[in-house]
């Protein structure tokens, strides 16, 4: 990621199909078989990235993706 340069939602999801939106620039990965998850802010015209969460996927069943930041 630190190398990527996406433009676009579809640039994203072409490099990680697996990615979901789940709103308001937050898209959630998928981590080692879908034990892990990742819940990403993502901004594309200033290529941001800011990682919002990393847990199990017990974990993020159990936090707001669209308010979490860790």
Known sequence: MENATFKTHNE???????AD????SRYAFNIKGNNYRLVALILFTPELITI???GTHAEYDKINCLTVLQ
Request: aromatic content about 28%.
């Open 12 to 18: 994203l999801k072409s490099f990680y199909p697996n």
């Open 21 to 24: 939106y789940v709103g308001d």
């Open 52 to 54: 919002c969460f990393i």
